[in-house]
């Protein structure tokens, strides 16, 4: 009995991938590579397509091969904390978002970056290198791009309701929250919805204080001030309700939208149904270009301006995994991809116009007149803005409770609790997902 | 069961082949199955990040999680998504199966409808969420359109980001939607188990339809609709990937699509509180094993009847 | 009695049109995915329609340019025939070592077997991960193989099988001709299974061929991906207008296999489940 058992053992184990029908000899165990060394093949584990693009830059540049492993952006923190919570050794090259980096500098799968530490905060803009600091001030993650944030409007609709479409005088009507209500009421008189949906204020929450500050949720006046914004935004339907992603958000971008959601294909929607058209998105740079995709026959018709605050949204960290046998060949990778002029200058044509994080190269590009954005110089803009986001500002926690809040701010607005309510489940759960954290009616 | 097993053997020397035929399953079972919910067992008692150093904490993980409000509100959900979902599913394989084994109609087809509505057991969770979500969109889906223009309803109705009532009645009915095929088929295989002798007889008393059905095929099908009702519990506490997947792995509006695997999904894998999801799973473990150890005891009573 | 008849005959009609209903809403997502699958982005963000649209091409080539589908499709019917043929055997010989012999333990590991069924499989990943990346078996294909030995819900329902359409005094000739019990069990138990084998095969080969998150975690290589990883990586694409309806046509393509084997098998599952289930 014993010896089947061992047999059967022996067998699960040790029987080589004989269903497996491909052609790898093992040279893909991850054992061979060099130790520590040069390598002729890099494995990069990323949730953007982006890096495939920098990748076969670099295998053209260096010849060294580079595997590029796109995961979907909502199974990627799953996959990492499985694979190098057991230490794997398969990717070479990790990514994060913001919000995940904390988590994953703790965890110990980005190595060191040190020896970058000089040139990162020489060459890139400062909030990225704040990024890639872990909690004891070790670098650990670079980024290529920036991802600042901003009002993208609508020129043409901004001319007709308000007769200009300078960006510092549209930045006013969005620099605080009673100037936005009151920018969407006069939209509203003209037939427009400021915005696409109440969700895009959530990007000021961040104004001024950081979420969880000494252990303490900071419920802020700016912050209530948004809740009430977006409950009035709501309430007197000076939105679209037409969320983020959804097909009537795209199609916002190129023209009208039924209100409150009509059905008809888009053709009819001239006969009798009522429309109204977008004002206003409020989004990371990439976004931006999100936008000029969609725009068709507004190409050209948008602008952008400063809102609330500065913020930044998303963007690709990269940074070399701890268990890397091919750390060194990994660190070059990481530096040519963020440290390197020419990689960003190639990059924003290869991209065709996204705002990379190298400062020298953005100022190179200051006086480029975009075409997209009726002639704006948004690298101008976009570096400035990127300069003035205050990454102290960013807790681990602004995901999980950016999402609660913005459920609560939902239930007022359908007016299923009220305020007092809403603001008192909004702890209650804050409490349950992380209780070291103090809510104020404790 | 153990009457079947009495009689059945040969000689007794023989006896230990069934050991061994089971060796296989054994042996993986131990490997792959036993082995990884043990050590999410062992994990539940610890601070475990899913990362790094995990430090004994002894029942905290478990005390929290029954205070925990959030776990109960998803777990809330979960019944209703699934109440929902089984009173669907098997009213109307019920439904079907009395339509199909009615006497006095004698409904043809059965072999294609059958396998008609088996179909949307075929295709994976991935796909079925996507497609209802783009189906379901609030201004442009298709669902809201066929109403409109049939003038069902008067505006188009937001299901899955209006209120949590939509958003759980669809996921529920998505749900009978994907598995009631797969009852019907069953409680069809019930009814042709049931002797013909039961129903001439009752034909030559001059029992009605309905008599016919109330005092005959019911009963004899409560055990085989009570077996389908037990599996589906034991995968409806589990629900995940459906509401997962069509909320955008937000569980949106409101918290309505969170399940409670779902919850200790998101716990583990997004707030790195692997050892308190674990404590999570066996809590949500120790609930199902309750309610199938009172619903198979509730089996085996009215099948001794 | 004609009135009686024409009565019957208007209720009869009235049946047939709810089935037929009932059959369109199980068919018309496959219809939807179909039509959408030869339309644009753009057409399909802003209205549908019941007829095909002319992208057909366009989305052929975006699916070919972003990925390697048959390699994916050829990687996933590797896994699933293996572990449908394994699931198919080892379950069948499982399920009749415990109903057909009575030897210490049975019940035991009977009463597991159901117990391991209720636990969630989702926090097993890390451990299982563990394990796997300890034996050296990240981006193999045993771990998505090997464990369909071991599948309990099959075992449970092929175990009330046997008990119920198996006629023990079969198996007397020829252990009285000195048969072994192994040759007993391929010659014999397993032709008179193979119905209800036919059942679970079709559910294992389905959920096998639709598992995504066990090879997401486990498989990194591109050459090895399975086909729903391949589909979830072409929706993370971020502008999706361009690629939804790519999206359509890979999940299509997808599922296509799925309804050959189904259209082989769906006999099976007409007298099959029937006597598993029906001793209940």
Same mark, same amino acid.
């Given at each position: 009995?014993?010896?089947?058992?061992?047999?059967?053992?022996?067998?699960?184990?040790?029987?080589?991938?004989?269903?497996?029908?491909?052609?790898?000899?093992?040279?893909?165990?991850?054992?061979?590579?060099?130790?520590?060394?040069?390598?002729?093949?890099?494995?990069?584990?990323?949730?953007?397509?982006?890096?495939?693009?920098?990748?076969?830059?670099?295998?053209?540049?260096?010849?060294?091969?580079?595997?590029?492993?796109?995961?979907?952006?909502?199974?990627?923190?799953?996959?990492?904390?499985?694979?190098?919570?057991?230490?794997?050794?398969?990717?070479?090259?990790?990514?994060?978002?913001?919000?995940?980096?904390?988590?994953?500098?703790?965890?110990?799968?980005?190595?060191?970056?040190?020896?970058?530490?000089?040139?990162?905060?020489?060459?890139?803009?400062?909030?990225?290198?704040?990024?890639?600091?872990?909690?004891?001030?070790?670098?650990?993650?670079?980024?290529?791009?920036?991802?600042?944030?901003?009002?993208?409007?609508?020129?043409?609709?901004?001319?007709?309701?308000?007769?200009?479409?300078?960006?510092?005088?549209?930045?006013? +009507?969005?620099? #605080?929250?009673?100037?936005? @209500? &009151? *920018? =969407?009421?006069? %939209?509203?008189?003209?037939? /427009?919805?400021? !915005?696409?949906?109440?969700?895009?204020?959530?990007?000021?929450?961040?104004?001024?204080?950081?979420?969880?500050?000494?252990?303490?949720?900071? +419920?802020?006046? #700016?912050?209530?001030?948004? @809740? &009430? *914004? =977006?409950?009035? %935004?709501?309430?007197?339907? /000076?939105?679209? !309700?037409?969320?983020?992603?959804?097909?009537?958000?795209?199609?916002?971008?190129?023209?009208?939208?039924?209100?409150?959601?009509?059905?008809?294909?888009?053709?009819?929607?001239?006969?009798?149904?009522? *429309?109204?058209?977008?004002?206003?998105?409020?989004?990371?740079?990439?976004?931006?270009?999100?936008?000029?995709?969609?725009?068709?026959?507004?190409?050209?018709?948008?602008?952008?301006?400063?809102?609330?605050?500065?913020?930044?949204?998303?963007?690709?960290?990269?940074?070399?995994?701890?268990?890397?046998?091919?750390?060194?060949?990994?660190?070059?990778?990481?530096?040519?991809?963020?440290?390197?002029?020419?990689?960003?200058?190639?990059?924003?044509?290869?991209?065709?116009?996204?705002?990379?994080?190298?400062?020298?190269?953005?100022?190179?590009?200051?006086?480029?007149?975009?075409?997209?954005?009726?002639?704006?110089?948004?690298?101008?803009?976009?570096?400035?803005?990127?300069?003035?986001?205050?990454?102290?500002?960013?807790?681990?926690?602004?995901?999980?409770?950016?999402?609660?809040?913005?459920?609560?701010?939902?239930?007022?607005?359908?007016?299923?609790?009220?305020?007092?309510?809403?603001?008192?489940?909004?702890?209650?759960?804050?409490?349950?997902?992380?209780?070291?954290?103090?809510?104020?009616?404790? | 069961?153990?009457?079947?097993?009495?009689?059945?053997?040969?000689?007794?020397?023989?006896?230990?082949?069934?050991?061994?035929?089971?060796?296989?399953?054994?042996?993986?079972?131990?490997?792959?199955?036993?082995?990884?919910?043990?050590?999410?067992?062992?994990?539940?008692?610890?601070?475990?990040?899913?990362?790094?150093?995990?430090?004994?904490?002894?029942?905290?993980?478990?005390?929290?999680?029954?205070?925990?409000?959030?776990?109960?509100?998803?777990?809330?959900?979960?019944?209703?998504?699934?109440?929902?979902?089984?009173?669907?599913?098997?009213?109307?394989?019920?439904?079907?199966?009395?339509?199909?084994?009615?006497?006095?109609?004698?409904?043809?087809?059965?072999?294609?409808?059958?396998?008609?509505?088996?179909?949307?057991?075929?295709?994976?969770?991935?796909?079925?969420?996507?497609?209802?979500?783009?189906?379901?969109?609030?201004?442009?889906?298709?669902?809201?359109?066929?109403?409109?223009?049939?003038?069902?309803?008067?505006?188009?109705?937001?299901?899955?980001?209006?209120?949590?009532?939509?958003?759980?009645?669809?996921?529920?009915?998505?749900?009978?939607?994907?598995?009631?095929?797969?009852?019907?088929?069953?409680?069809?295989?019930?009814?042709?188990?049931?002797?013909?002798?039961?129903?001439?007889?009752?034909?030559?008393?001059?029992?009605?339809?309905?008599?016919?059905?109330?005092?005959?095929?019911?009963?004899?099908?409560?055990?085989?609709?009570?077996?389908?009702?037990?599996?589906?519990?034991?995968?409806?506490?589990?629900?995940?990937?459906?509401?997962?997947?069509?909320?955008?792995?937000?569980?949106?509006?409101?918290?309505?699509?969170?399940?409670?695997?779902?919850?200790?999904?998101?716990?583990?894998?997004?707030?790195?509180?692997?050892?308190?999801?674990?404590?999570?799973?066996?809590?949500?473990?120790?609930?199902?094993?309750?309610?199938?150890?009172?619903?198979?005891?509730?089996?085996?009573?009215?099948?001794?009847? | 009695?004609?009135?009686?008849?024409?009565?019957?005959?208007?209720?009869?009609?009235?049946?047939?049109?709810?089935?037929?209903?009932?059959?369109?809403?199980?068919?018309?997502?496959?219809?939807?995915?179909?039509?959408?699958?030869?339309?644009?982005?753009?057409?399909?963000?802003?209205?549908?329609?019941?007829?095909?649209?002319?992208?057909?091409?366009?989305?052929?080539?975006?699916?070919?340019?972003?990925?390697?589908?048959?390699?994916?499709?050829?990687?996933?019917?590797?896994?699933?025939?293996?572990?449908?043929?394994?699931?198919?055997?080892?379950?069948?010989?499982?399920?009749?070592?415990?109903?057909?012999?009575?030897?210490?333990?049975?019940?035991?590991?009977?009463?597991?077997?159901?117990?391991?069924?209720?636990?969630?499989?989702?926090?097993?990943?890390?451990?299982?991960?563990?394990?796997?990346?300890?034996?050296?078996?990240?981006?193999?294909?045993?771990?998505?193989?090997?464990?369909?030995?071991?599948?309990?819900?099959?075992?449970?329902?092929?175990?009330?099988?046997?008990?119920?359409?198996?006629?023990?005094?079969?198996?007397?000739?020829?252990?009285?001709?000195?048969?072994?019990?192994?040759?007993?069990?391929?010659?014999?138990?397993?032709?008179?299974?193979?119905?209800?084998?036919?059942?679970?095969?079709?559910?294992?080969?389905?959920?096998?061929?639709?598992?995504?998150?066990?090879?997401?975690?486990?498989?990194?290589?591109?050459?090895?991906?399975?086909?729903?990883?391949?589909?979830?990586?072409?929706?993370?694409?971020?502008?999706?207008?361009?690629?939804?309806?790519?999206?359509?046509?890979?999940?299509?393509?997808?599922?296509?296999?799925?309804?050959?084997?189904?259209?082989?098998?769906?006999?099976?599952?007409?007298?099959?489940?029937?006597?598993?289930?029906?001793?209940?």
């Amino acid at each position: 009995m014993k010896r089947i058992l061992a047999a059967l053992l022996a067998a699960a184990i040790c029987v080589p991938v004989a269903g497996c029908g491909n052609t790898n000899t093992g040279d893909n165990t991850g054992s061979t590579g060099g130790e520590g060394g040069s390598a002729d093949k890099l494995v990069v584990w990323t949730l953007a397509e982006d890096l495939k693009d920098f990748a076969a830059y670099y295998t053209e540049k260096t010849g060294v091969q580079v595997d590029v492993n796109v995961i979907a952006p909502a199974d990627y923190p799953t996959k990492l904390t499985t694979a190098l919570g057991s230490r794997s050794s398969e990717a070479d090259i990790i990514v994060g978002e913001p919000q995940m980096l904390p988590d994953f500098f703790d965890a110990g799968f980005f190595a060191d970056l040190s020896e970058f530490d000089a040139a990162a905060q020489e060459k890139l803009v400062s909030y990225i290198y704040d990024a890639g600091l872990d909690s004891n001030g070790v670098l650990r993650a670079l980024s290529y791009q920036v991802t600042p944030g901003s009002v993208i409007y609508r020129r043409d609709l901004a001319t007709e309701v308000f007769g200009t479409d300078d960006p510092d005088a549209i930045g006013e +009507m969005f620099s #605080s929250y009673d100037a936005i @209500l &009151d *920018t =969407a009421e006069k %939209l509203d008189a003209a037939g /427009y919805s400021i !915005f696409g949906d109440t969700g895009a204020l959530r990007w000021f929450a961040n104004a001024d204080s950081p979420w969880v500050k000494d252990g303490v949720l900071q +419920m802020t006046d #700016s912050r209530l001030g948004y @809740l &009430d *914004t =977006a409950v009035a %935004l709501y309430q007197n339907e /000076y939105v679209a !309700f037409a969320p983020e992603w959804s097909a009537a958000w795209y199609a916002s971008m190129a023209g009208e939208l039924p209100v409150n959601a009509g059905w008809s294909e888009l053709d009819d929607v001239a006969e009798g149904t009522p *429309t109204t058209q977008v004002f206003a998105y409020v989004m990371p740079s990439w976004g931006a270009l999100t936008i000029r995709d969609n725009a068709q026959d507004n190409k050209g018709k948008f602008g952008v301006a400063k809102g609330i605050s500065s913020f930044f949204g998303g963007g690709t960290f990269i940074g070399v995994n701890e268990f890397s046998e091919r750390k060194e060949a990994a660190m070059d990778f990481v530096e040519f991809c963020t440290l390197n002029e020419e990689t960003a200058q190639w990059w924003i044509e290869q991209s065709d116009g996204d705002i990379v994080s190298m400062k020298s190269v953005l100022e190179a590009n200051k006086d480029y007149e975009n075409p997209s954005f009726g002639n704006q110089k948004t690298y101008e803009f976009f570096t400035k803005e990127a300069e003035a986001v205050d990454y102290s500002l960013i807790t681990r926690y602004d995901t999980a409770i950016g999402d609660a809040f913005g459920q609560a701010i939902e239930a007022v607005q359908k007016q299923e609790k009220t305020k007092e309510q809403a603001l008192s489940d909004f702890y209650m759960e804050i409490n349950a997902i992380y209780p070291e954290i103090t809510t104020p009616e404790q | 069961m153990a009457k079947t097993t009495r009689k059945s053997h040969g000689p007794n020397h023989v006896d230990h082949y069934g050991f061994i035929f089971c060796i296989p399953f054994i042996v993986t079972f131990l490997i792959f199955s036993v082995y990884p919910v043990v050590r999410t067992f062992t994990m539940s008692f610890t601070d475990y990040k899913g990362y790094g150093v995990a430090n004994f904490v002894g029942v905290a993980n478990y005390s929290r999680a029954i205070q925990d409000p959030l776990f109960w509100d998803a777990f809330l959900n979960t019944l209703k998504m699934w109440g929902l979902n089984i009173v669907l599913q098997l009213g109307l394989a019920l439904l079907l199966t009395i339509v199909f084994n009615d006497i006095k109609y004698k409904m043809r087809g059965l072999s294609i409808f059958r396998a008609l509505f088996y179909l949307p057991n075929l295709i994976a969770a991935t796909s079925v969420a996507f497609l209802f979500k783009t189906l379901l969109d609030w201004k442009f889906g298709s669902v809201n359109q066929v109403l409109l223009s049939i003038g069902l309803i008067k505006e188009p109705v937001n299901w899955l980001g209006g209120s949590a009532m939509t958003a759980q009645a669809v996921v529920g009915v998505v749900g009978a939607w994907m598995w009631f095929g797969n009852s019907f088929i069953m409680l069809m295989a019930g009814v042709q188990g049931i002797s013909h002798d039961y129903y001439e007889a009752a034909t030559i008393d001059g029992a009605g339809r309905w008599t016919i059905f109330a005092k005959i095929t019911m009963p004899l099908l409560r055990p085989i609709m009570m077996y389908v009702a037990i599996t589906s519990l034991i995968g409806g506490l589990q629900l995940f990937d459906i509401p997962y997947l069509i909320s955008g792995t937000k569980g949106l509006p409101g918290r309505s699509l969170y399940t409670a695997v779902f919850y200790l999904f998101n716990m583990a894998f997004t707030n790195h509180q692997m050892g308190y999801a674990a404590a999570i799973a066996f809590v949500l473990f120790a609930i199902i094993a309750l309610c199938s150890m009172v619903a198979y005891k509730l089996m085996n009573r009215k099948e001794e009847i | 009695m004609s009135a009686e008849k024409t009565k019957s005959g208007i209720i009869k009609g009235i049946l047939y049109l709810a089935l037929i209903f009932l059959a369109v809403l199980c068919v018309v997502p496959f219809w939807m995915m179909l039509i959408n699958s030869t339309r644009s982005g753009n057409e399909i963000m802003t209205g549908f329609s019941m007829l095909p649209g002319s992208s057909l091409i366009d989305n052929w080539n975006a699916v070919l340019d972003n990925l390697d589908i048959f390699r994916g499709m050829f990687n996933s019917l590797i896994i699933a025939v293996s572990c449908t043929v394994l699931v198919s055997y080892f379950s069948a010989m499982t399920a009749y070592g415990l109903a057909c012999y009575k030897f210490k333990g049975s019940n035991v590991i009977f009463i597991i077997m159901l117990v391991f069924m209720m636990v969630p499989a989702q926090l097993g990943l890390l451990g299982f991960y563990d394990l796997c990346n300890k034996m050296g078996l990240v981006n193999s294909y045993i771990p998505l193989i090997i464990p369909c030995i071991a599948s309990p819900g099959t075992v449970f329902f092929l175990r009330q099988y046997i008990l119920s359409v198996l006629p023990k005094a079969i198996l007397e000739a020829p252990r009285i001709d000195g048969a072994s019990e192994l040759t007993i069990f391929h010659r014999i138990v397993l032709p008179i299974m193979s119905p209800g084998i036919a059942t679970m095969a079709i559910g294992a080969f389905i959920g096998s061929w639709n598992n995504y998150l066990l090879p997401l975690v486990l498989i990194n290589q591109q050459d090895k991906f399975t086909l729903p990883m391949m589909i979830a990586s072409l929706s993370s694409v971020k502008d999706i207008a361009t690629n939804i309806g790519a999206t359509y046509l890979a999940v299509a393509i997808s599922v296509v296999p799925i309804i050959i084997v189904f259209c082989f098998c769906s006999k099976y599952i007409i007298s099959s489940i029937s006597a598993g289930s029906v001793k209940g």
